[in-house]
């Protein structure tokens, strides 16, 4: 790739193999046993257990795989429903039907970074939820969703970035007390630091401030 003011663009279709999730039928006893050991995900696990997830609140059998399993470092992101969630996926597992999988293709995983697809992931959620289809049912434009740009800087640079945001992520989720709005205040100020260093806008000395007095 060439890159052009140290950063080249790359739309998803480009980026990642991509596949729907599916639910395996309730009514199949094989498929559903106690000890059933596939992590199968639901918007579930996301709201409990977070976005960088390892394991799911329900599992499935081998004999309920369709082919082969999604594999680990994968993300899902909804297109159906509630439009936009994303997680980090790091074990090989399946997901349902609101997901789509994005898998990273092979010939860029010596040059992409998992954690900086991950932040990049939340401008891909804002994207989905303003390139829906028109009808009843809540679904993303599938034709739109693979024509999304992913911005890719060097490989050192998007390690920083992802360091940058690990350590804003961490002092959000530090916040156990205080008012709602306050804490509600501190994670607008996160997301805007989020947006700005994901567009690449030189605003590290003011993050740097912010950072300092948490």
Not at 20 to 42: L, M, V
Not at 84 to 105: C, D
Not at 139 to 157: A, H, I, N, R, T
């Amino acid at each position: 790739m060439q890159y052009v003011f140290g950063y080249v663009y790359v739309e998803l279709s480009q980026l990642f193999n991509t596949r729907n999730g599916y639910t395996p039928s309730k009514s199949n006893s094989d498929f559903w046993t106690e000890d059933a050991d596939i992590p199968w995900f639901r918007m579930e696990d996301i709201r409990e257990n977070g976005r960088i997830l390892s394991d799911a609140t329900q599992h499935v059998t081998k004999a309920a795989v369709k082919g082969v399993l999604f594999p680990a470092d994968s993300f899902i992101i909804s297109t159906s429903a509630t439009i936009g969630e994303h997680a980090w996926i790091r074990v090989p597992s399946l997901a349902n039907q609101r997901f789509t999988y994005l898998m990273l293709k092979q010939e860029y995983k010596r040059i992409v970074d998992y954690r900086y697809l991950y932040y990049y992931c939340f401008k891909l959620g804002e994207y989905c939820r303003s390139h829906l289809n028109q009808g009843n049912f809540s679904s993303v434009d599938m034709g739109s969703f693979g024509e999304f740009l992913f911005c890719l800087p060097s490989l050192q640079k998007q390690k920083e970035i992802s360091d940058i945001l690990d350590r804003l992520d961490g002092i959000c989720n530090d916040l156990s007390s205080g008012l709602p709005a306050e804490i509600e205040a501190r994670r607008k100020q996160y997301e805007y630091y989020r947006d700005k260093l994901l567009s690449f806008k030189d605003i590290h000395e003011e993050m740097n401030d912010e950072i300092r007095k948490a």
